[in-house]
Structure formats: structure tokens, C-alpha cells
């Protein structure tokens, strides 16, 4: 289905030379920030007191919130559990509290604005806990960009898989990048965001490669960068419905979801708008350096041998 078709073939890879430089510095400039700024990590990973309260009445959490932001606490997650009466709690490590007197405080600030509020149980989690999600996280980036690696190497040819993996490691190094520079909370459900952008930023991949290789089969007279402006410009019109589609509903959980939702969806979108930028214009430019040829995606058919023919 197409809203709207381009007639005349655009020309990408005509400054693709200018958008990789800008890419790689993007990159490294992430990279950058990453090392020298670290991440500001959530409670998941950092280790806190688990607190869980009860109320007689369904609560907004919205009132937790202020209740606990009055106690000057910037680091913290307010959820339900299980039903509108029943709160999740999660603060980080306070050096000059424990976790009784942390419980303690919060519940006497929780009381003040509803004195229905009951603590059913308060737990420490410790750090170990953080490092064992934050490895086993890394091991699922990992498992997945060989997955992937492997399922493009079989599909298309290594030139290709090769450029995908780098555009989506791209896409997913700058993500990373914002979080580090801007100390956004790095969360679980932001781990969850960077790893569907994976996914997403390699089906955007896959649909330009596929179509270039059927122009591969079509344009026999045409090069390969005409090869691939033309595929590149023939998947717009799919890119834009996607995109688009995808993006309100990102958008719909970004501005309504609550603060819960808050990061995951602005990883998602960040990762949204520079998976396009990679599938076009790093993707398709990398293949195209790395010598990508009609020859690679298209197999010569199979000359008879005269020898075995049967003469009768």
C-alpha cells in the first residue's frame, strides 16, 4: 500500500560520504559520553529499599509521588501491585540511612497525606542483584547482534550483514549516548526499549536490502548506487506509513504513560528516528562501500555439462 509514490529516484548515496562522517563522529562522540559520564542507573541495577504499601481506598500514585519528592528523593519508582490499593515503592541507597529509617520517614510522609496507609513489607535489595541484571542484559545485546549477524549472513551475503550490524550497533550506541549525556534514568524498561529498537532498526534494514536486491535482478544496466537510490526511494512510501504508525503509539505512551513509561518510550523514539537515518543512509552507504555487487546477491545459473548429457 502506498499513500504516495516518488516518481523520480532520489539520490541518497550522492552525499553519503558527508552523513557517514556525520555518523561517525555522532558515534564516537556517544561513545565518548558513555565512558567519561557513565549511566544514571535505576534502582534495579544500583540496589534500594523495596518498600509495599496498602490503602484502604484506591490511590493515585501521582500523590505518592509528591509525598515522596517532598522527602527530596529524585531517584525513585512509584507502581501498583496488583490492585489500585496496593503500591510498589522503590528507593535508592541512602549512605546516611538505612533502609528501616528510610521505610520509617517515607511511611511518615505517607501517612501525613493519607493516614490509611499501611506497610505490609519493606526488603533491601542489594547491588549483587543489580550487577547480575545489568551482565545478563549486556549477554542478551550480544546474543542478539549474533543472531542477527548469522540470519542476514544466511538471507543476503556478509557485505550486507556486516553493514546492518554496524548501522544497528549505531543506532543503538547513540541511544546509549543520550542517556549518559543528559543522565536520563537507566532503567530495565529502557534495556527492554534499546533491544526492540534493535529489532525494529533491522526489519527497517532488511525490507531496503530485499528490494535491492530485486533491483539487482532488474536493472542489469544500472550501477549500484543507481541500484540502491532506487530502492531506497521505492521503500519510502512503507517507511513513512511505519514510522509514522509506530511513532504516535510511542508518542501516546510518552506523553500518557506516567513516569514508568516516561524514559522507555523516549529510547524508543530516539531509536525510531535514527533507525531510519541507519537503515538509509548507514546501512545501504556501508554495503555500498564494503563493494556490494549484482555478482554477490544474484547466483549465475548453472552451465549443463555436455558430459552428462545422454546420448541416444
Known amino acids: 500500500m502506498e499513500f504516495f509514490r516518488i516518481r523520480k529516484t532520489i539520490p541518497f548515496m550522492k552525499n553519503a560520504l558527508i552523513l557517514n562522517l556525520i555518523s561517525g563522529i555522532t558515534f564516537v562522540l556517544a561513545v565518548?559520553?558513555?565512558?567519561?559520564?557513565?549511566?544514571h542507573l535505576s534502582i534495579e541495577f544500583t540496589g534500594g529499599t523495596v518498600m509495599e504499601v496498602n490503602y484502604q481506598q484506591?490511590?493515585?500514585?501521582?500523590?505518592?509521588?509528591?509525598?515522596?519528592?517532598?522527602?527530596?528523593?529524585?531517584?525513585?519508582?512509584?507502581?501498583?501491585?496488583?490492585?489500585?490499593?496496593?503500591?510498589?515503592?522503590?528507593?535508592?541507597?541512602?549512605?546516611?540511612?538505612?533502609?528501616?529509617?528510610?521505610?520509617?520517614t517515607v511511611m511518615t510522609a505517607l501517612k501525613k497525606a493519607s493516614p490509611d496507609a499501611?506497610?505490609?513489607?519493606?526488603?533491601?535489595?542489594?547491588?549483587?542483584?543489580?550487577?547480575?541484571?545489568?551482565s545478563n542484559g549486556l549477554k542478551a545485546l550480544a546474543f542478539v547482534v549474533i543472531g542477527i549477524m548469522i540470519y542476514l549472513g544466511i538471507r543476503f551475503e556478509w557485505k550486507f550483514a556486516l553493514a546492518c550490524v554496524l548501522a544497528n550497533?549505531?543506532?543503538?550506541?547513540?541511544?546509549?549516548?543520550?542517556?549518559?549525556?543528559?543522565?536520563?534514568?537507566?532503567?530495565?524498561?529502557?534495556?527492554?526499549?534499546?533491544?526492540?529498537?534493535?529489532?525494529?532498526?533491522?526489519?527497517?534494514?532488511?525490507?531496503?536490502?530485499?528490494?535491492?536486491?530485486?533491483?539487482f535482478r532488474k536493472q542489469r544496466r544500472a550501477s549500484v548506487r543507481e541500484v540502491i537510490d532506487g530502492?531506497?526511494?521505492?521503500?519510502?512510501?512503507?517507511?513513512?506509513?511505519?514510522?509514522?504508525?509506530?511513532?504516535?503509539?510511542v508518542l501516546s505512551m510518552?506523553?500518557?504513560?506516567?513516569?514508568?513509561?516516561?524514559?522507555?518510550?523516549?529510547?524508543?523514539?530516539?531509536?525510531?528516528?535514527f533507525g531510519i537515518y541507519s537503515s538509509?543512509?548507514?546501512?545501504?552507504?556501508?554495503?555500498?562501500?564494503l563493494g556490494v555487487k549484482r555478482e554477490d546477491l544474484i547466483k549465475a545459473p548453472k552451465k549443463e555439462d555436455p558430459a552428462s548429457e545422454v546420448i541416444f
Open 32 to 39: 565518548f559520553f558513555i565512558v567519561t559520564r557513565g549511566f
Open 58 to 104: 484506591a490511590v493515585q500514585l501521582d500523590e505518592v509521588r509528591s509525598s515522596i519528592s517532598a522527602l527530596n528523593y529524585s531517584d525513585f519508582q512509584v507502581q501498583n501491585f496488583g490492585t489500585s490499593r496496593d503500591v510498589i515503592i522503590r528507593l535508592p541507597v541512602d549512605k546516611n540511612m538505612s533502609s528501616t529509617e528510610q521505610s520509617n
Open 118 to 134: 499501611e506497610l505490609r513489607r519493606v526488603e533491601f535489595v542489594g547491588p549483587q542483584v543489580g550487577s547480575e541484571l545489568f
Open 169 to 215: 550497533l549505531h543506532d543503538v550506541v547513540i541511544i546509549l549516548g543520550f542517556f549518559a549525556f543528559f543522565q536520563w534514568e537507566f532503567s530495565l524498561p529502557v534495556l527492554a526499549g534499546v533491544l526492540a529498537v534493535l529489532g525494529y532498526s533491522v526489519n527497517e534494514s532488511v525490507v531496503i536490502m530485499d528490494r535491492i536486491r530485486e533491483n
Open 231 to 249: 530502492a531506497i526511494t521505492q521503500t519510502i512510501s512503507r517507511t513513512v506509513i511505519t514510522h509514522a504508525s509506530t511513532q504516535m503509539m
Open 254 to 273: 510518552f506523553f500518557f504513560g506516567g513516569p514508568s513509561l516516561h524514559y522507555f518510550a523516549l529510547a524508543l523514539t530516539i531509536g525510531i528516528w
Open 280 to 289: 538509509v543512509f548507514v546501512a545501504a552507504a556501508i554495503a555500498m562501500w
